[in-house]
């Protein structure tokens, strides 16, 4: 048996078999030789300087148009400029050529010009500037007049966004800290970091050069009565007294708080006063004073309650002057009462109208003191002023003054080599500024206590 020779096999495998290999299109023609061109009209062109440098016969001539005849095989046509009138010669039989198979990697073929059919190559893709800015930061601010997108009332609380948008990337705002007043206006600032990606829906925010982050601040407003008389005879004012503190979110650093979050707070009463006098025809007059006191309390952005209370005081005088009877009346939570609401100044309003004691608290004058804004000497010297006003004060250079007549028992008494005279009660002088010191210094430590104990 004859063993088959497996070495004739592998050299007809060798010979025959021929490796594939992609080529990119490319033009040509065959008077051309062997060079390649990216186009029909590039080949064309070539053909064109070709035969002028060649042969003085096409001087005159230009490149006319390029028909496409198949996918493969395009044809262009020469024109000869017109001399000396003649007529214009068309030639249209050089034909371009398409070889290969393919266009080279990532690049597209387009044919949607027939006389320029070619491989456009890949689009570099535009540079994702987000993706560079990924863990970067920049100081940030975001403000605006009333809650939006950006901060949320949540039980009071002004909540802000955690994520944002600038220049259309995105950025984590964790690190803020953002005050909000009773009417939901806010303020925030804080360092932002890019995520590295870009922005969708997040909401904007500022960039800003200030590092300074806003602490909460307390403003009093204080609008006193300015009467003004109308056609109608009667003085009108409006007067307002409104104090208000804001509150506050902070922001985490690394995890951790960088303060305590708080509530917006405000405290303020808008008085509107009528006083109306009628005069009768013997000289006597009625005089009506009317306020209105609406009383507006805030515990939270969004969170206000307000209440009104009437105050109504008639002054009765005669045609001299003289004043015959007053007479007042009140409606509303506001009207002084013994146990909860007094009206030590007299003004016809209880004595918390304008401050903070609730009815459940009995009276207290919480929130009355702001340590920002009272010192030990401002409360010493108010409550001084006061208690100097008082009528117990003002009259105690009339208190127990007496001019005494007659003789007056007094008594010796002799202890060793001294003699005591016991005769102080005859005289007229009795010591009342040791007396008053006495009052402003015991008025000295209950001021201390009341604005720091």
Same mark, same amino acid.
């Given at each position: 048996m004859r063993v088959f020779n497996y070495r004739w096999l592998y050299i007809c495998l060798v010979l025959f078999a021929s490796p594939v290999y992609a080529v990119d299109y490319y033009w040509y023609m065959s008077a051309l030789g062997s060079q390649k061109f990216s186009s029909p009209h590039d080949a064309a062109n070539a053909f064109m300087a070709y035969s002028q440098s060649n042969s003085t016969t096409y001087t005159n001539y230009r490149l006319g148009s390029t028909r496409w005849q198949s996918d493969i095989r395009w044809q262009f046509c020469q024109l000869r400029d017109s001399v000396n009138g003649g007529s214009t010669n068309n030639n249209c039989w050089y034909d371009v050529y398409r070889a290969g198979d393919s266009c080279p990697p990532d690049h597209t073929f387009n044919n949607s010009d027939p006389s320029r059919p070619t491989c456009i190559p890949p689009i570099d893709p535009e540079p994702d500037l987000c993706a560079d800015k990924g863990g970067s930061s920049f100081p940030f601010t975001k403000s605006n007049s009333s809650a939006d997108n950006y901060v949320t009332v949540v039980n009071g609380y002004g909540i802000p966004n955690t994520e944002a948008c600038y220049g259309g990337c995105a950025a984590s705002t964790t690190d803020q800290k953002c005050t909000i007043k009773t009417s939901g206006a806010y303020r925030c600032s804080g360092t932002a970091y890019y995520t590295g990606s870009k922005c969708t829906t997040a909401p904007n925010v500022d960039?800003?050069?200030?590092? !300074?982050?806003?602490?909460? !601040?307390? $403003?009093? !407003?204080? $609008?006193?009565?300015?009467?003004?008389?109308g056609p109608d005879g009667v003085l009108r004012c409006d007067s307002e007294f409104t104090t208000q503190k804001e509150g506050q979110y902070c922001g985490e650093v690394n995890g951790v708080k960088t303060c305590v979050d708080s509530k917006p707070t405000k405290n303020g009463v808008n008085i509107k006063t009528e006083v109306k006098t009628e005069t009768k025809p013997d000289g006597s007059s009625t005089t009506t004073k009317t306020d209105t006191a609406t009383h507006t309390k805030c515990t939270g952005a969004n969170q206000c309650t307000s209440t009104t209370t009437t105050t109504k005081t008639v002054i009765e005088k005669d045609a001299n002057g003289k004043t015959n009877s007053i007479k007042g009346s009140c409606t509303g939570p506001a009207c002084p009462d013994k146990n909860t609401n007094p009206d030590g100044d007299g003004d016809g309003f209880g004595d918390c109208i304008t401050g903070d004691c609730a009815a459940e608290e009995g009276g207290s004058g919480e929130g009355w003191y702001e340590s920002k804004d009272d010192t030990y000497a401002s409360v010493l010297g108010d409550f001084r002023y006061r208690v100097a006003a008082l009528p117990v004060v003002t009259g105690i250079t009339s208190f127990l003054t007496f001019n005494p007549s007659g003789s007056c028992p007094g008594e010796t008494i002799n202890a060793w080599v001294f003699t005591i005279q016991l005769d102080q009660w005859c005289g007229n002088q009795i010591p009342w500024n040791f007396i008053a010191a006495i009052i402003l210094g015991v008025a000295a430590i209950m001021s201390f206590r009341i604005a720091f104990l």
């Open positions: 960039f800003t050069d200030q590092q !300074e982050r806003p602490q909460p !601040e307390t $403003t009093s !407003e204080e $609008t006193p009565c300015q009467y003004v008389e």
